[in-house]
């Protein structure tokens, strides 16, 4: 009796691994998950209004580092934010993604590049006609701009 209930479970094991095949979550040679998953700015109206940011504005809407999921980038309030989306618009998560092979956390690194573009070059402002107050070659300069009309 435990031969042949032995025999049938390495009879079974050896069905099992011989005749399974590899799973796959999409059809072959669908890889571009963006060409079926779309998500619009329209879309991200209610999602947005969930998080309690409904007056956000969307800057840039693009596939995270993660398959599944797309990264949302908006400003709200003068600040610069990224959540990301689940392709079924069910989930929302603010991060942080951080890539295990090199640590790098990749939402910060998101983050930093929105700022980035935000800043503006202090030495391209021209001070021709500028007021000065104290010392000329001073290491730390202040810049306060007026509208007299």
């Not at 042949?4 to 050896?14: E, M, P, T």
């Not at 956000?56 to 809407?61: G, N, T, Y």
């Not at 991060?95 to 939402?107: M, V, W």
């Not at 391209?124 to 000329?136: R, T």
Request: overall charge positive; hydrophobic content about 40%; aromatic content about 8%.
């Amino acid at each position: 009796m435990r031969k042949s209930l032995l025999l049938a479970l390495i009879v079974s094991a050896f069905l099992f691994f011989a005749c399974g095949g590899p799973a796959q979550a999409f059809k072959e040679g669908a890889e571009n998950c963006a060409k079926c998953h779309t998500l619009s700015e329209k879309e991200l109206g209610p999602i947005l209004a969930q998080i309690r940011a409904p007056d956000a504005k969307v800057l840039e809407i693009q596939p995270s580092p993660i398959k599944g999921l797309w990264e949302v980038s908006f400003e709200r309030r003068g600040q610069r934010f990224v959540v990301y989306v689940d392709y079924s618009k069910k989930f929302v998560t603010p991060g942080p993604i951080i890539e295990y092979a090199s640590g790098k956390d990749k939402t910060r690194e998101k983050v930093a590049t929105l700022n980035e573009a935000k800043r503006v070059n202090v030495a391209q402002i021209p001070l021709k006609e500028a007021l000065l107050v104290g010392k000329e070659d001073a290491t730390r300069k202040v810049i306060v701009f007026l509208d007299p009309d």
